[in-house]
């Protein structure tokens, strides 16, 4: 982990509001910026987690297709380590003119805010926030050989028996499928024990190898072993039945409308950047998300395009990390 952990005004805070630095920074870039424009650099969106996660995706769709429109470079720069801490921080320290966005899931927006009470920036005042970009929703798997159920109703109840292995794997401590995992134990009352591992891909293979019984992984990255028997769905963590599985449960219809969970990313970026900019880079982002090419592929993907407003976000934003916070607080969750 990066051990600078940055000036004291940046550390969170009860009440919300921008740094001093961050403040002055606003002011002086306001006149360059007030009619909405780019500087003439190249534009880099940094995704703190490595190449090929759902956040790195979504930032390359959004590359290719705001780089075509505006024929400009947009570069996506992977910038991993201590859970999205160390990229994020190099976001909250850059200049908010518009070269530098960061594009994250919701463990960096939301679930590290509730989580660690020592993050060293405050993603609710020290990262302007632009649009929720997508979300999916997660899906309870089972591996048949090693539980043997057909619903959630059954799942509980063989969780229930004594002697039972309620294991769980996950991608990392603290990701969408680890506090999903909490939630349905703590709405259930069952005793499950969290296996965190270094990614989806991993975690799924844990699954699939029979070293624990269920997981809750995102719809796309899942939907090759549920269509080739290798796991089981019980349930989808939506409202209602997800086209792709029509034959699977929702939350809701399993009884269950606390577990309705998405696993969603947003794009944000340094403090203080002037409200024409980022109404630009909204319009643009979803220009990119929406054109059909890039929409059919994240809907293949098992990815819904939000495109919310700033104002929209910011509100949802305040929503999930009260959320979490209490499902963290419930489940005694720590960082590693």
């Not at 705001?66 to 024929?71: S, V």
């Not at 009470?117 to 926030?129: C, F, K």
């Amino acid at each position: 982990m990066d051990d600078s952990t940055g000036d004291p005004g940046e550390r969170l805070s009860p009440c919300p509001g921008l740094t001093r630095r961050a403040a002055i920074g606003a002011v002086l870039a306001l006149p360059a910026l007030a009619q909405g424009q780019w500087p003439e650099r190249a534009v880099t969106i940094v995704v703190p987690f490595a190449p090929g996660s759902s956040s790195d995706i979504i930032a390359r769709t959004l590359a290719q297709g705001m780089g075509q429109a505006l024929e400009r470079n947009f570069v996506v720069e992977n910038r991993p380590g201590a859970s999205g801490i160390i990229g994020t921080q190099g976001v909250v320290r850059a200049a908010p003119d518009g070269a530098t966005l960061l594009h994250a899931p919701l463990s960096v927006w939301a679930i590290n805010v509730a989580m660690r009470p020592d993050l060293p920036y405050n993603p609710v005042t020290q990262l302007t926030r632009i649009m929720q970009t997508v979300r999916t929703p997660n899906v309870l798997v089972v591996n048949p050989t090693v539980a043997p159920v057909r619903d959630v109703a059954e799942f509980v109840a063989w969780l229930k028996r004594p002697g039972a292995n309620g294991a769980y794997s996950s991608s990392g401590i603290g990701s969408s499928d680890h506090t999903t995992g909490a939630l349905f134990s703590q709405v259930t009352g069952t005793d499950s024990n969290h296996v965190p591992y270094t990614g989806g891909g991993p975690a799924t293979a844990a699954l699939l190898a029979g070293n624990v019984p269920f997981s809750f992984q995102n719809l796309g990255s899942i939907m090759p072993q549920i269509r080739d028997g290798r796991v089981r769905a019980l349930m989808v963590t939506s409202e209602g039945r997800h086209r792709a599985l029509p034959d699977v449960p929702s939350a809701i219809e399993a009884g269950m409308p606390e577990v309705v969970v998405y696993s969603w990313q947003a794009l944000g970026g340094p403090p203080g950047m002037a409200p024409a900019l980022v109404a630009r880079i909204h319009a643009e982002a979803t220009r990119a998300l929406r054109a059909p090419a890039a929409a059919a592929r994240l809907d293949d993907l098992g990815f819904e395009v939000v495109a919310s407003q700033p104002e929209e976000f910011a509100r949802f934003q305040l929503q999930e990390i009260e959320r979490w916070r209490g499902v963290v607080a419930r489940g005694n969750i720590r960082p590693e």
